[in-house]
T-cell receptor, first 112, second 114 residues
Framework: DQQVKQNSPSLSVQEGRISILNCDYTNSMFDYFLWYKKYPAEGPTFLISISSIKDKNEDGRFTVFLNKSAKHLSLHIVPSQPGDSAVYFCAATQTGANNLFFGTGTRLTVIP | EAGVAQSPRYKIIEKRQSVAFWCNPISGHATLYWYQQILGQGPKLLIQFQNNGVVDDSQLPKDRFSAERLKGVDSTLKIQPAKLEDSAVYLC????????????FGSGTRLTVV
């Protein structure tokens, strides 16, 4: 039962343009969402998070938007840089819980 | 701050053999997780420790997988006997608090079962 879904396995974007990565979830109890970035042969690294009390969180070039009614969140990267090329995982949890549920990942390629 | 250390980085074994992975979490992190990431999928939780006690092992195939965390620090994950479908990256992560604090992952061990 995949509670967190990333329906786009890959995305290619030109350098300088905006990258938009999407994520959907099914469990209405989730109230905290995280994005992780993974380079080959490395573990995932935390990128940005958002609580369900917000609909937007921004950190430099990275912004996460949350639409609770649609159970959808998105990660915007602007401007995209070649170093952003990686696999991005969306993850969700319930505050106070111990487990993160991950999506299947989206491979972003930023073309110079 | 040192990160989460894992070894070995890579392991190739034949099916029905046994294998063990080691993890050293960030100092002071009470919670330790083992995740399995099969190619093309997201990480899936196998087992979670709080100090040296098991919090959640509901997804651990206990007929072949075992894990321990002695003294609430290092942890080992063992597979015996291995199956072809166990080929995956095994990720260890640690956290200072609950999941919404985020995890710090190690680089993982890539296991290939042939």
């Amino acid at each position: 039962d995949q509670q967190v879904k990333q329906n786009s396995p890959s995305l290619s974007v030109q350098e300088g343009r905006i990258s938009i990565l999407n994520c959907d979830y099914t469990n209405s109890m989730f109230d905290y969402f995280l994005w992780y970035k993974k380079y080959p042969a490395e573990g995932p690294t935390f990128l940005i998070s958002i609580s369900s009390i917000k609909d937007k969180n921004e950190d430099g070039r990275f912004t996460v938007f949350l639409n609770k009614s649609a159970k959808h969140l998105s990660l915007h990267i602007v401007p995209s840089q070649p170093g952003d090329s990686a696999v991005y995982f969306c993850a969700a949890t319930q505050t106070g819980a111990n487990n993160l549920f991950f999506g299947t990942g989206t491979r972003l390629t930023v073309i110079p | 701050e040192a990160g989460v250390a894992q070894s070995p980085r890579y392991k190739i074994i034949e099916k029905r053999q046994s294998v063990a992975f080691w993890c050293n979490p960030i100092s002071g992190h009470a919670t330790l997780y083992w995740y399995q990431q099969i190619l093309g999928q997201g990480p899936k939780l196998l087992i979670q420790f709080q100090n040296n006690g098991v919090v959640d092992d509901s997804q651990l195939p206990k007929d072949r997988f075992s894990a321990e965390r002695l003294k609430g620090v290092d942890s080992t994950l063992k597979i015996q006997p291995a199956k072809l479908e166990d080929s995956a990256v095994y990720l260890c992560a640690s956290s200072a608090g609950t999941a919404n604090y985020g995890y710090t992952f190690g680089s993982g061990t890539r296991l290939t079962v042939v």
